[in-house]
């Protein structure tokens, strides 16, 4: 297994009273393998994955419990020295809004050239950033590397921000809503190019977004995170075609579909109320306030992610921790 994350704590403030942002997460990303990480903005999504490769800062976060292990290495006890090698070399990350990852001061060639210094000193590191800036659909490498951010659209910049995390030909990609800023036409490109450079550099991702319909073709695993908690988990095609969490179901029902006269879809169902503050979160389920589902045991007692009766995963299955849901009354009982 590549990257092995189990019960992972990420909090906030003391942990007297702590704001519990990341609580308890576990996942599992194979080798070359594509993982999704899905939920609403605000579930902990983004803190879960920076801390992959310890990048939210301690103080103020607490790395409170838990285990992250790459290639076997407990990231967690790794020193400062060891952090630096791992991040962008074997870990790389792209982000949602390269206007803000991209130094709006440099140009495009120095930002890209500065990553291969640092981990690939031997190769010409000019020629082989406009290779890069050409293998990511930018045109004219060399004109490119003179050009600033603020001279370039959105999707232009996303793909000199997926240049960059790709110059270390890292082991995994960890690609954080990187098609949220993005028109639709724009994002269907800038997915297509990930995903065929990934196949190209045998790479794996992780792939975080809130739109449960970009993952369908993406990914061959996928986890459903609520309020810093994972509550459904399994093969994506069996999680979207069969969802077993209400959370996961509304999620899907807010997905756009198209169609016309009778074949017309319904109207978008949105999800009532909002993610809790992980600092104010209810007891029992937190999805309970939420959820039409809800019985008087979800709000005082909260169930533990448990393999699902009846959609098992088949043994074997790479990348997986099997079909799980957390849900006192899951869908399909």
Known sequence: MLLDVVNLKVWFGSRAQPVRAVDGVSLAIPEGGTVALVGESGCGKSVTALALARLVDEPPAIYAGGEIRFQGRDV????????????????????????????????????????????????????????????VGLADGAARMRTYPHQMSGGQRQRVAIAMALACRPKLLIADEPTTALDVTVQAQILERIGALQREFGMAMLLITHNLGLVAGLAEQIYVMYAGRIVESGPTERVLTA??????????????????????????????????????????????????????????????????????????????????????????R
């Open 76 to 135: 967690l006890g790794l020193d400062a020295k060891a952090l630096r090698g791992l991040r962008g070399a074997e870990i790389a990350y792209v982000f949602q809004d390269p206007s803000t990852s991209l130094n709006p001061v440099l140009t495009v060639g120095t930002q890209v050239m500065e990553s291969l210094r640092l981990h690939r000193p031997a190769v010409d590191v000019r020629a082989e950033a406009q290779r890069l800036l050409a293998l």
């Open 243 to 332: 969802p077993a969490h209400p959370y996961t179901r509304g999620l899907l029902d807010a997905v756009p579909r198209l169609g016309h006269g009778a074949e017309a879809p319904a109207r978008l169902m949105g999800i009532p109320g909002r993610v809790p503050h992980p600092g104010q979160l209810p007891a029992g389920c937190k999805f309970a306030p939420r959820c039409a589902r809800r019985v008087a045991r979800c709000e005082v007692e909260e169930p533990e992610l448990e393999a699902v009766a009846g959609m098992e995963q088949p043994a074997g299955t790479a990348g997986s921790r099997g079909r799980e849901v957390r849900c006192w009354v899951p869908l399909g």
